[in-house]
């Protein structure tokens, strides 16, 4: 499984990106995409994940500001942010696991993507 991310880039505080995760390979064998973010100096924590039948789950931080979502047709998961804070600032990576179990472990996630840069200017 393949996965590439695009959409990031610099925003000013209040304002909004849509991050794009692309996936190929074999796709089938997926069930849980997430989205995870570092920080410099920070570990890397879940922002949000989104499973097969598509139930979600956010990070208390973002709750209410950020949206995932999955384009089947597109094979491609979608992490709408919006009410952006200099806090936001960080790598946002997406993942994909097979396993169903609930976890937001970095070392459940199967594949990666190579990580796009957000920006959020005060």
């Known amino acids: 499984v393949q996965l590439v991310e695009s959409g990031g880039g610099l925003v000013q505080a209040g304002g909004s990106l849509r991050l794009s995760c692309a996936a190929s390979?074999?796709?089938?064998?997926?069930?849980?995409m997430g989205w995870y973010r570092q920080a410099p100096g920070k570990e890397r924590e879940l922002v949000a994940d989104?499973?097969?039948?598509?139930?979600?789950n956010y990070a208390d931080s973002v709750k209410g500001r950020f949206t995932t979502a999955v384009d089947t047709a597109e094979n491609t998961v979608y992490l709408q942010m919006n009410a952006l804070k200099p806090e936001d600032t960080a790598v946002y990576f997406c993942a994909a696991r097979s396993s169903w179990v609930f976890s937001t472990r970095v070392s459940m996630y199967d594949y990666w993507g190579q990580g796009t840069q957000v920006t959020v200017s005060s």
């Open positions: 390979g074999s796709i089938f064998s997926i069930n849980v």
């Open positions: 989104i499973n097969s039948g598509g139930s979600t």
